[in-house]
């Protein structure tokens, strides 16, 4: 049994995560803090570094979450830009970085993207942009982390709990349970691959 | 023959990129200005503006430039992970942002990557993170521009001009001349294509 802390443990991807990783002693956190063990917000360091102090020994780190901005690219904003880069992206790489000096020997950090960078959708190329930019940041990073720890990210398609918010914009996308998700967490968690995409699509 | 805006001519790259561009008019831009036509910052959107208002009309712009710090990992620091966000990502989506409201019909842009997002070395995590964020970006706002406008990008390895500067960070890679590059910037600004990462390896 692994201590694993799952960041957005209240959204819907955070539930399919936890679907994945039901024979680990599981310490939840997100932004609001509500019915989770644990307040975080991934934008800022302090936040992030307050979290893992607070929870001590732990051997998987798994982050579900990351805010983007929709919209066409012609009238997306410098500020809807700005916010997701400092979520989606920033804010994933803040979680490894501050994590590799909490994070036990051989441990784990799994991240998540979204399938909009390989499939492509109107108003999505904030979320594409920075689902490109992890998958990238994963691939590579995985080369550099000390002490044997691993990192992954999960690249799903729509979850079929979330079909009725995103449906409607993702027209011939084929959305797929969040049980099968968290097969991808879990595979990420309990394996001993690395450096890894680990695409759940339909 | 068409008028093409290459923003970073002095540079090695932009040398490459020049050599593909010969049977066109071709306008020279750096953020210095020296020895070319005009002075651009592709971090200011006014800049960039300023820039297309100076020129009039141009049928394609060829962006060779991206700053990118390098470090380990875990040693990179907030402010070099943003200036590099903001040159080498949020600079180039500037350039076709901006631009999209001055070229012409069915006119290009041809952006920059890079090598190092998929063949990952010490020290270029931000690099690599950007790169793959602009390939990314390249694949899917090519379905968004309007007016029969295309974008592509060029993703080489290192230049045989280049070598002195870096090759010994990059053991095992074999560099390509700056022309073959050129040929990649030729192949986008002349032809058909759209959405296309142009890799230019050995």
Known sequence: MKTVI?????????QAALSGLKQHRVITASRSG???????DITDKDSIK??????????????????CEYAPFQTMTDDQWHTTI???????????????DYIKDSGSFTLISGILNVKPIPQAIADATTSGAIDTFVKCVANELPRGI????????VL???????GEMMPGFQPVPGQLVGKAF?????????????????
Not at 160 to 166: L, P, Q
Request: aromatic share 8%; hydrophobic share 45%; with cysteine.
């Open 6 to 14: 799952l960041i957005g443990a209240q959204g819907k991807m955070g």
């Open 34 to 40: 509500d019915s989770c063990d644990f307040q975080v």
């Open 50 to 67: 307050q979290l893992f102090k607070n929870v001590g020994d732990f051997d998987a780190v798994v982050n579900t979450v990351g805010h």
């Open 86 to 100: 400092q979520s989606k992206l920033i804010g994933q790489i803040n979680v490894v970085k501050v994590g590799i």
């Open 150 to 157: 691993r990192i992954n990210v999960v690249n799903p398609t």
């Open 160 to 166: 079929e709990e979330a079909w009725d918010i995103y």
């Open 186 to 202: 879990e595979r990420s968690v309990d394996g001993f691959i690395t450096g890894q995409v680990l695409f759940v699509d339909a």
